[in-house]
């Protein structure tokens, strides 16, 4: 089985930082791509950055420059700190993994969410 366990995130005023962590773990043989996903009140979930297994990295326009994603060397643990925050960005983050991992006598590739970490800027 996988988790992705998130740690950070708080409450901070307009133009603070803060730096959000997910760690994946498990039986995992390889992860395809991780990221963080955020929903805002009566709101869609909506993609704030990511990496793909080409080791790229793609950001929604609203956070480029200000929000820089990264991982650990084994890569199963990504990062994302941001910077110069608003109250637009207060939402919760959830951290996603699309993993093949190793069930049994079988590899299966499937989604994965953590639980969800509130970031809250005030202005």
């Known amino acids: 089985q996988v988790q992705l366990v998130e740690d950070g995130g708080g409450l901070v005023q307009a133009g603070g930082s803060l730096r959000l962590s997910c760690a994946a773990s498990?039986?995992?043989?390889?992860?395809?791509?991780m990221g963080w996903y955020r929903q805002a009140p009566g709101k869609q979930r909506d993609l704030v950055a990511r990496?793909?297994?080409?080791?790229?990295?793609n950001y929604r326009d609203s956070v480029k420059g200000r929000f820089t994603i990264s991982r650990d060397g084994a890569g199963n643990t990504v990062y994302l700190q941001m910077s110069g925050l608003n109250p637009e960005d207060t939402a919760v983050y959830y951290c996603?993994?699309?993993?093949?991992?190793?069930?049994?006598?079988?590899?299966?590739?499937?989604?994965?969410w953590g639980q969800g970490t509130q970031v809250t800027v005030s202005s």
């Open positions: 498990g039986s995992i043989v390889s992860i395809r791509a």
């Open positions: 996603n993994a699309v993993i093949i991992s190793n069930e049994k006598i079988r590899f299966v590739e499937r989604e994965y």
């Open positions: 990496f793909t297994s080409d080791g790229t990295s």
